[in-house]
């Protein structure tokens, strides 16, 4: 194995790890303010990438499509919090997850009625759809500037959460939400807030990430349930946590992903190391989380339990 | 916050007379297969021997979910690890129905021993997340065990033998298995959730602290109930192997895990029977639905948000505490 290709794999791990935080970041925000389970949040990604598909192939137009998937999300994020979320802010975790689910179940449904059940596909923008020299490799440029993004998006929330009157409102509404409202903030909207925020995450996320996948049905699943492990890793409602958790948790990802095939494959028969290197590879991460939570319940990164 | 508030008392629900709509309900079943060959088919066989498999997954869940308070959203993983029980024996030619129980209690076991310890050091929102992220590495596993059928499923040649001899081959036969099988899981559960173990399982739900200061070492209730309620979904996993001669990683998908937990808030949350309820109506609105449209999912997802909204007390709740309250 050559050192260009292990770069690139762990270029690819970060980028990866840079998806992750984005949908983390957001969940996070919305666990730790709202104390809120939104299972809908890959369900914002998914229609996050539909909308950027959609609207690139109508406009041709990168930044378009981008702001088409930001937008849209953050609505929709903004009518699911004020016609259903709202209500259910009170009903506890059980009702949140359920009726979450059931949100999630229907919006996998009507993108296969609104833009039909075969995937879409988005090319990149022309100016990305080259590659750079980076570390000795060429390496595609638009991955490349998906890690820039993240971790422009990583400054902006954390001068957003720690340096502007909203974020110092956030971070007290996670320590106190009771002690905040008596203080005269109008904690409803502050949520709102919250959640059209993460939801617009999520949205970036699905519409940075459209050219790299296949656009379709189900799409933010698998992508949520990661998002989970990251936030359950970083610590609930940690925006720091969930930064250092989703690049640890890309990065034993992709890690596994190159080393398991070849390590198995010095252990054992190459036609049985082929068939086992695969599972291995993707329970890996959760084999990793289980671990560490048997340790430290309280996740790996977080400053608190919670 | 815990999800405590959300649920029902089940004290308030398992009144003297909270029995007879149970009974209703199982005489219900019972006349399936005689309607069923009345009409001249076994598609209604069919049909509920699937709805009570579901509906015995869910009662056991419902022993942690409703009485311990803990909401796993992974438990189909269970159900998939016993149909794949099944499945594998199969396949290596070993077609008896004890064996597949045997090896699917040797899967189980140990499983949800190593899962629940894991998980149950957490709490709330931690323990949510924890189980299906444990699910879905079950799911990953099975679809990339090749070997096994990988994401296309194993199918398995025919149904379990008892004592070498095919006694399950009608319909009819298999359905009176379910039947027994679910009657017997229902009594079980029922009588776990009366007994002392049930009361601290309840007790822990309803005030962690107070149980953990009479000195009850919860971890080792809370596990064995979690266990108990993984091997009721690895049996029924296994008689889903069986009736659909099928074990896909399907069987273990997120949606499923969370299917079972609109089953059982659909049915009432703190009852025996109510989860099985709420398989009997879910189930019957997916079959009506999917047989008039492909789509059927865009109503089922909100159908679910409304139980969320409307059914505090869940279906069961409501027939039995209204019987309950008649003179």
Known sequence: MSAQFLVSQMLNGLQFGVFLYLMAAGLTLVLGVMNFVNLAHGSLFMVGAYIAAASFERSESFAVALLGAVVGTGLLGLLLHGTLLARLQQAGHLKQVLATFGLTLFFNELVRIVWGPSSLYMQLPDALSGTVAVFGITYPAYRLAIVGAGVLVAIGLWLLVHRTRIGMLIRAGATNRDAVETLGVNINALNAAVFVLGAALAGFAGGVAAPLLSVQSGMGDPILILTLVVIVLGGIGSSKGAFQAAIFVALVDAAGRTFIPLILRSLMDRSLANAAGPAVASMLIYCVMAIILAVRPGGLFAARGR | ?327
């Open chain 2, 1 to 327: 916050m815990t999800i405590e508030t959300a649920l029902p008392n089940p004290a308030a629900t398992r009144t003297g007379r909270g029995i007879p709509p149970a009974l209703f309900v199982f005489a219900l079943l019972a006349a399936v297969p005689f309607v069923s060959t009345w009409l001249g088919t076994s598609y209604y066989m069919t049909l509920f021997s699937r709805i009570m498999i579901l509906g015995m997954a869910a009662i056991g869940l419902n022993l942690i979910l409703g009485f311990g308070g803990l909401v796993s959203l992974g438990h189909a993983l269970y159900i998939g690890v016993g149909a794949y029980a099944v499945g594998i024996l199969s396949r290596y030619g070993i077609v008896d129905l004890g064996a597949h129980l045997a090896f699917m209690l040797a899967l189980v076991v140990p499983v949800a021993c190593g899962i629940g310890w894991v998980s149950l050091r957490t709490r709330g929102l931690g323990f949510i997340m924890i189980t299906m992220a444990f699910g879905q590495m079950f799911y990953f596993l099975a679809v990339s065990l090749k070997i096994y059928g990988g994401d296309e499923g194993l199918v398995i040649q025919a149904r379990s033998l008892i004592t070498g001899r095919g006694l399950l081959e009608t319909p009819a036969a298999f359905y009176g298995l379910v039947l027994a099988l679910l009657a017997a899981t229902a009594w079980i559960v029922h009588t776990l959730t009366r007994s002392p173990f049930g009361l601290v399982l309840s007790g822990a739900r309803q005030s962690e602290q107070r149980m953990r200061t009479l000195g009850y070492p919860l971890l080792r209730y809370r596990l064995a109930a979690y266990v108990i309620s993984a091997v009721i979904a690895g049996l029924a996993g296994c008689l889903l192997a069986d009736l659909t001669l099928f074990a896909s990683p399907e069987y273990m998908s997120w949606t499923q895990s969370g299917t079972l937990v609109a089953m059982i808030v659909l049915g009432g949350l703190g009852t025996t029977v109510g989860p099985l309820v709420g398989a009997i109506v879910l189930l019957l609105l997916e079959e009506v639905l999917s047989s008039r449209t492909d789509h059927w999912l865009v109503i089922v997802g909100p159908t679910i948000v409304a139980i969320v909204l409307f059914a505090s007390r869940g279906l069961y709740g409501a027939l039995a505490s209204g019987r309950g309250s008649e003179p």
